[in-house]
């Protein structure tokens, strides 16, 4: 059995990884790397989570294939590289295992526990969070040194760009390894150190927190702070427009935990406007309705 030391040592493309939690992000991270050629066993404790997203990466792959951006063979050998699994211990072959479930920090722990009973010790796992501490994540592990961050964005497929995490005690070989293999999606990878939010999600975070204290104060509405942030800021999406992207259950969770990892500094303070819209089931794309209406499949705004 390789030792986790031996990551340095295995040169070479990744073959076969595994993603744990199916949701918007995990079934992100298995589509551009089944598309790369990699052997993707995608796991969710939900059943037909995993199907289901299957389903839509298959769609996805449909419309690149109409698009022309997909060549007949690259779809079908993308669909045999992805495969949905019911147990956990068919992770036992995997090089990489990356997590993308829900933002706990004791269930992540727990996740990767189980994980290394399964996985060789030269596996390494990586866990896709967006606000915890990845140091802390690592310690409930039997072996740190093979924990670190692989920090995708959403949409995955198209946000060509992913934060490689060191840990306090993640071993360099790790990191180079999850450089290469974020190279190996097409994406691109950047180098971070263990702080809360990392760079994005620390430098960006202020865009939706002033844009929401914008809002409370009166300045102007939503969509007029949308526009001008899209139109005149140059930003792809306004702030609002990216809130109901990502959904009020993992954003202002993200919000509360950055702040309290920052004891408190104000800067970071979260929104009473989105608390109360979480506590409201209002949480954006996903329910239909977020500060836009998304009924009928356009994005309106609530009269
Ligand atoms: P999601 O809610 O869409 O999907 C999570 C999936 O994980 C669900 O299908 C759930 O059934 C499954 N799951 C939960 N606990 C599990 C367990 N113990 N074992 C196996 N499966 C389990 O969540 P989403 O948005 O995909 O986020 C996942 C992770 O990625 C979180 O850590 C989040 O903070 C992070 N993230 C989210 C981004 C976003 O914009 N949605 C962006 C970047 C990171």
Not at 73 to 99: G, N, P, R, Y
Not at 164 to 184: D, K, M
Not at 187 to 198: E, N
Not at 258 to 263: G, M, P, R
Request: net charge neutral.
């Amino acid at each position: 059995m390789p030792a986790v030391s031996a990551v340095a040592e295995v040169h070479g493309s990744i073959g076969v990884i595994g993603v744990i939690g199916a949701g918007a992000m995990g079934r992100g991270i298995a589509q551009i790397a089944a598309q790369a050629g990699m052997q993707v066993k995608l796991f969710d404790v939900q059943a037909d989570a995993a199907e289901n997203a299957r389903k839509a990466v298959l769609a996805q792959w449909e419309k690149l294939q109409q698009k022309g951006k997909l060549t007949e063979q690259q779809f079908h050998s993308a669909k045999q590289q992805l495969q949905v699994v019911t147990a956990m211990d068919a992770m036992a072959d995997c090089e990489i295992v990356i997590e993308a479930i829900v933002e706990r920090l004791d269930v992540k722990r727990d996740l990767f526990r189980q994980l290394e009973a399964i996985v060789s010790a030269g596996c390494i796992l990586a866990t896709n969070t967006s606000s915890l501490s990845v140091t802390a994540i690592a310690a409930g592990a039997a072996m740190p040194e093979r924990v670190a961050g692989l920090h995708f964005f959403n949409p995955v497929p198209l946000m060509k760009v992913a934060e490689v995490i060191a840990g306090l005690r993640t071993r360099s070989e790790v990191v180079q390894r999850l450089v290469a293999f974020t190279h190996q999606t097409g994406h691109r990878p950047v180098i971070t150190k263990d702080t809360p939010g990392f760079i994005v999600n620390h430098a960006g975070r202020a865009y939706g927190t002033e844009a929401l204290r914008v809002l409370q104060e009166g300045v102007a509405a939503f969509p007029v702070i949308d526009a001008i942030m899209r139109e005149a800021a140059g930003f792809r999406l306004g702030p609002f427009e990216l809130l109901d992207l990502t959904g009020l259950d993992v954003s202002h969770p993200v919000m509360e935990s950055i702040y309290q990892q920052y004891y408190q500094e104000p800067r970071y303070r979260p929104s009473v406007i989105t608390a109360q819209r979480l506590q409201g089931g209002v949480l954006g794309r996903k329910t239909g309705r977020g500060f836009y209406d998304y009924t009928d499949g356009a994005q309106t705004v609530p009269q």
